[in-house]
Structures are given as C-alpha cells and as structure tokens.
C-alpha cells in the first residue's frame, strides 16, 4: 500500500525554498571563512551551545527518522530500544573528545591520529574502513532523500535524491564547517519539535491499547521480549553506534573544532538529548498495522505512518522534519570527508608541501565530487536503508579498540592496530552473510578486542604522547 499525500507542486515547492534559505545561508557564513581552519573547523572557536546541537542533529538522521521506525517494524521493543542505545556512541566519546583536544590541539582528521600514533600501515587500513563507511552513511542519506519524496508525493525517487544532495553540496561548498554547525542548530530545534508533535499525535489519536491489540494480533512477535534475532540486533547496535562515531572524522572534526574544555560536556548533553529520539520514532511504526498500513518496503513505514496521522498539510510537516534531518547529517558527512580526502589522501600521498591555501581550494573540489560520486551510487537503489548502513558495521566496529586504546595506552602497537581492523573487518563481513546484519558489528568489535589485547600481552611498545602534539604542528606549518 502506497500513502501517497503531498501534490508534487507542492513537493517542487518546499524544495526550492529550503534550497535557496540554506544555500544563501551558507553563502553568507562563508563570508566569514579566511583561512582553512575556518573552512574546516569554524575557527576552532564553536561555543557550547552550537557544540551540543551539531553533535545532536548529525546523530538525527535517515537512521533516526526512517530506519528506526524501520527496525522496530522487523524487530519490534528491541528494535526500538536497540537503536536508541546508539546514543552511547556520544556518551562514550565524550571524554575521548576530551582527551583528542588535549593530545592533538592542532589536529584535522582522525587519520591525523592514527598515522602519527600507529604508522603508515595501520592508517592505510584506516583509511580503507573510514572511507568505505564515508560512502556507505553519504548513499544511505542520499537514498533516504529519494525515498522521503517517493514516499510522501510520488516524485521520483532520482528527483528528490537528486534535488537534496545539491542543495546540501552547495551550501557546504559555500559555508564549510561553520554553515554545518549554523545549520544543525535550526534543524535540531525542527527536529525535537517535529518528533514529539507525531509521537504525541499517535498516542492521541491511534491509542497505547489500540496499538497492542493490533500488534498481538498480527505480528506478536515484535512484543516478545525473547525475541533471539532481536536481541542480538540489541548488542550489535550498541557497538555499531559506538564504532561509527568512534572512528568517524565526523566526530573528530568537532572534537578539534569546540572550544577547549567544552567537547566533553557537549557531546555528553547531546547524548543524552538523542536517546529518546530513536524510542519515539521507533514506537510510530508499532501503529502500523492498527492503522492498516503495509509498506511496498520497510524503510518507507515512518514516513507513511505520519503523513497518514497528520493529514495533507501534517505531511508537509513531515517533509521538513525529515529533510532538516537528513541535511544536519549529510552536511556534517561532506564536510568531514572531504577533509579525510584532503589532508589524508591529497596531502599526506599525493602533495605533501601543499600549502593551507591549496588545501583549502582542494577540500572544495573535494565536496563536489564527493557529491557527485554519492549521486552515482544512489542511482540504482539496491538495498533497504537499514541493510545497506549496516552492511558496513563490521568495518567501523573493529576500530573501536585501536581508537580506546591508542588514545589512553602506550603498549599497543601499529601492526597490532593493522591486524585487529583488517582481521575483525573481515570476519565481520563473514557473520553478516552467514548469519545475519545483526551480528556483524558484536563480531567485529569481540574479534577485534581479542587481538589489541594479545598484541599488548606479546609486545612491549611504549609510545610518547608528545609526538603526536610535537608532529602535528611541524606538518601544519
């Protein structure tokens, strides 16, 4: 059943609108960028305010509004909790953010870290995993963007992915990380309101027993709590969430952008902020079949559900929570990116006396073909949201370690670092196909723990910490 709401004039029309208010307003911040770290990292000056909420609204996205729902659709309570215990993602990288500042208080990137911390080998596969994510998390939002349209106007999947990737390529292009963090403050506030309005609408008008008759008795199931595929998506999302962030430059660009001494507190309130988001998303789906709605695919059940709740005008709201969500995300991901492709790949292979001023000017070229290539891959829409996201949660799982204990411990060495990716990456992509999605990321992590932890038993390494401060700012100069 297709829940088609919104005139595509209509559609064509709230586009075009929030194309040209984020674009001009990301021209207008980028007026403020002079030098590369203003472009990359805002100055390095971002307050706790626009701290709290940049790291909030790039958690909310397709994930969030589309594949939460979608999850507690297959899964069910476990489902729903699972996702919300991403949030310990934020909460755990807080003091990492911390410690980062004060080790690397000149850094870009997190393979800034990992090169200078573990050596060449182990930040070649570092790459291979951040970057395979990278593209991952940028075609799931793009695909997200498409399916938003299909879902709640009947465009054409190729038009909306299409139209929203522009709009956030261009104004990223325009502001850098400065129009990023401007930007997910307005859509964090949208997004809170819009979530809880839906969340509250549901129980009003569907109803908590309406709701439990319907489910119990069409897909009991989703209420049993020894639900075995359920519960292991539990603990396999937990270390995904953990592993995305962890090793995401995404994170790291805000850890090195925030004011000194406020990452901690930001990244921890903003945990906190997000983690009933995903349980109030997540319980929308369970109204479903009380409302008689089965969708042609499970990623499209969030949307439909809402547009069916509030109405026509209700599913234009729908439209903008969802859209401020995904560009609060896919915004954070071209800009993060596009600085791993520049100072990682463009400076640290290809031009290692780069100047900041060619640098700055290839970080731009890097976001529009970032960009492009996404568009490429979103063309043909292979997988579900969720299946595809989490295809890629045995790579980011099997750097949590590396991450944990190259940040606090001198013992662990590069090659060990090397083995404990590469080794638990592959085994994780063995669990996926074998077993299920669900497994994934809870292999990768548990092979990956195993392996730092007898490379620190077998090898007596002792790093110095200075290094890392003492380098970075000889290769920034």
């Known amino acids: 059943m297709e829940l088609v709401t919104i005139p595509s004039h209509w559609a064509f029309l709230i586009l075009g609108v929030f194309g040209i208010f984020w674009v001009g307003f990301g021209w207008w911040l980028g007026k403020k960028n002079e030098s590369l770290d203003d472009f990359m990292l805002a100055g390095r000056n971002v ?3 626009f701290a709290s909420a940049t790291a909030m609204a790039t958690w909310i996205t397709s994930n969030t509004t589309l594949v939460a729902p979608q999850l507690t659709y297959q899964f069910g309570i476990w489902g729903m909790v699972g996702y919300s215990m991403a949030a310990l993602g934020l909460i755990l990288f807080a003091p990492l953010a911390k410690r980062i500042k004060l080790l690397m208080p000149q850094g870009y990137t997190c393979g800034d870290f990992i090169r200078l911390r573990y050596g060449k080998v182990a930040w070649f596969v570092f790459l291979i995993v951040s970057l395979f994510y990278a593209l991952g998390w940028l075609v799931s939002l793009g695909m997200a963007g498409g399916i938003l349209l299909s879902a709640l106007s009947g465009i054409d999947y190729h038009i909306g992915m299409s139209a929203i990737l522009i709009i956030c390529v261009l104004y990223t292009l325009l502001g850098g990380l400065r129009a990023v963090i401007a930007t997910d403050f307005i859509q964090t506030i949208i997004i809170l309101f819009g979530v809880l309005l839906i969340g509250y609408i549901c129980v009003r008008d569907v109803g908590l027993e309406n709701i439990h008759t319907a489910v119990s008795r069409e897909s009991p199931e989703l209420l049993n709590l020894l639900f075995p595929a359920a519960i292991m998506f539990l603990f396999n999302n937990i270390f995904f969430g953990i592993g995305e962030i962890f090793h995401s430059n995404v994170w790291w660009s805000r850890a090195f ?8 507190r930001a990244f921890l309130l903003s945990g906190l902020l997000w983690l009933p988001i995903p349980i109030v998303t997540g319980f929308v789906a369970l109204s479903a079949m009380a409302l008689n709605i089965y969708p042609p695919s499970a990623d499209m059940i969030g949307p439909m559900i809402a547009a069916r709740l509030l109405g026509d005008i209700g599913a234009i709201f729908v439209f903008v929570v969802v859209f401020s969500a995904l560009a609060s995300s896919l915004d954070s991901l071209l800009a993060a990116t596009s600085d791993l492709l ?3 790949i463009y400076k640290g292979l290809f031009r290692k006396d780069a100047t900041k001023k060619q640098l ?16 490429l891959l979103c063309l043909p829409k292979v997988a579900t949201l969720g299946a595809l996201l989490n295809f890629t ?3 980011v799982a099997s750097t949590i370690w590396p991450i944990v204990f190259g940040l606090y411990y001198r013992r662990l060495g590069g090659i060990t670092a090397a083995l404990a990716m590469a080794i638990a990456s592959a085994i994780g992509l063995v669990g996926y196909f074998k077993i299920g999605f669900y497994v994934a990321a809870l292999l990768s992590c548990l092979v990956s723990l195993v392996i730092c932890l007898s490379g620190i038993a077998l090898r007596n390494e002792n790093f110095d910490w200075q290094l890392l401060s003492a380098e970075e700012v000889k290769n920034n100069d």
């Open 342 to 344: 520049t100072k990682d």
């Open 47 to 49: 307050g706790f305010a």
């Open 393 to 395: 949660g045995a790579f």
């Open 360 to 375: 700055l000017k290839t970080s731009k070229y890097m976001i529009v073909g970032l960009g492009g290539f996404t568009w």
């Open 257 to 264: 952008a925030f004011k000194q001494n406020l990452g901690q």
